[in-house]
């Protein structure tokens, strides 16, 4: 195995390609055959963490005893249907974990974002083997995109949690803040989840209230990316500061501070005298950087 | 009780002002000093109906009997904290309600919002009072923002489902689908949750390719919106389709077509030959419309 860094144009675990073949899911006689195919596949995985062959995912061919109530149909390629086994026993995927975002670094984007996807719904199934609802059991249906209740019947979907992740702008200077369990040096956008009954706009305008005391108009949608840790949608977005005061809610941030445009440039070329640490090609708060100077020219 | 209609120049449940007062909710102290406060309201419901008083929703004093365990802090505005009371047995929200449609379109915009986020909470809370991951009860924290497992202690948060809602455009046409259950004569933007592993543009590609069999390309955000049956995040786009053939997945749609600019100004003003009879200003779908409109001047 001999891999060599690729460099990110685009936000981690974005691009994915796979077919995801829906219409076979949700069709039993489809997804019987899928199963029963010779050429039926599954992705390797250590626990949550990624498997490299070459700069590919690990796959193997599905194993005679398979049974399907035990693997998540990922989609269908080339080479034919892919799955995933079911893990009950995998570490909550709630944490980063250093293996997956190296190897991750190491794969073209299309094999980390089947990943992405793959490592979310194991984490899934293994985080909700139980029925909200009633507390009974649940099992897998349609090909793992489901869990019903074994006694209230209800059904259960893959969580997907939407997370604002946002800079501030003000004239020639953008709002960065430092969580406590950032490597040393490390600054990045702010972030935080959506609430229920607000938009993305407003939980941009609310995140930056709460965390930093200052008000913004004007957010603008830059790009989005899905982050596996276990399953959040990052929404990028632009906003514009109505003054530079900040009041720094300190149980979310350490510390939070105004960087220009010349600040920025160095901390993303990693310059010695930066005034912070980027964060790496990987997170979408890079690449919000980078739309930002872009924007300015 | 004397209501006019408002004209909606917002999707429904935008707009929101209550601060939210995130700091309180996790602060024990400060969370049970806003219970107790005497001005502490809580806001009223009819099952997970709105109830109106005035043009305002209805509120009323926390009862003296009131326990903190029962109520969801949705905020403190000028009159004081104000609260939601949970309801185990409220029948599930996931269903639009005609009631809640007919009220929301009477109430200012913020009324609306501060419904919309207030029903989604009480939902999640009476459909999930068991834990996922073990099986057992958990209880309500932080001021109703959470529920903790009382085994396991596995901590949940409230869902926030995003969804993507469409338009595709190919030169002087847009794409509207129906869906059986819609009302007669109606169509709509083609929409379909967010999965886990895609980014919100490969989610809006992935659903027109699956329920239309169109390819797009240039996907752009629009516009989002909470809507609150039970719980998602709307994210409008529009995107470029590269041919119009269209190939309905038809458990998803019952017929979907193109129409041009004229067909969707009739559509929008109601006009009796209009091709199809337009979502209200409540859908987001109704916002795309006229923000396709608007961009063609």
Redesign the interface.
Known sequence: MSLTPMISTQPG??G?ILD?A??VR?DPTLLAEAFADDRARRLLLDGLDPVADGDALATELLPRYAALDDYILLGIDDRGPLFVALDPDVPHGGTFSPAAWALADMLPPSEV??Y???R??VD?HA???????????TAPEKGGWSRRCGRCR?E???????VTIMLAELGDRVLVGRQPRYPAGRYSALAG??????????AVA?ELW?EAGIRVRNVR?V????W?FP?S?M?ACMAEAEDDVLTI?E?ELEHAMWVDAAGIRAAMAGAPDAPFTAPPPMAIAHHLFVHWLAERG
């Not at 989840?193 to 407003?202: C, D, K, L, M, S």
């Open positions: 675990f974005t994915g995801r829906d219409q949700s974002a089947l992405g996807g793959a979310s719904l899934w985080r909700h083997r139980f029925c909200a609802a009633c507390g009974a059991p209800s259960h979907f893959p969580r997907v949690d939407p989840f959506v609430e229920p009954g607000e938009t993305v706009e407003e609310r709460e949608y790009m989005s990316q899905p596996p399953s949608l929404i809610d149980t």
